[in-house]
């Protein structure tokens, strides 16, 4: 299970990164405000980050106790 935490983890971080080239690169090649990349950098991956971090933490807690 904290390996499913920290790999949620690098792959929010992952889709954040390629969000925000896309939403950019959207942008600027048809010259038109895009809500779906931006909603995904802004909202969603930052969430499943810290969904990631802290069952990271709950369960590296739990397997020292």
Request: include cysteine.
């Amino acid at each position: 299970m904290l390996k499913r935490f920290l790999l949620t983890m690098g792959i929010a971080v992952g889709v954040f990164l390629v969000s925000v080239v896309l939403h950019n690169v959207v942008s600027g090649v048809f010259g038109i405000e895009e809500p779906v990349f931006f909603i995904i950098a802004t909202i969603i991956c930052p969430v499943a980050f810290l969904v990631g971090a802290v069952g990271s933490i709950v369960f590296a807690v739990k397997k020292h106790r």
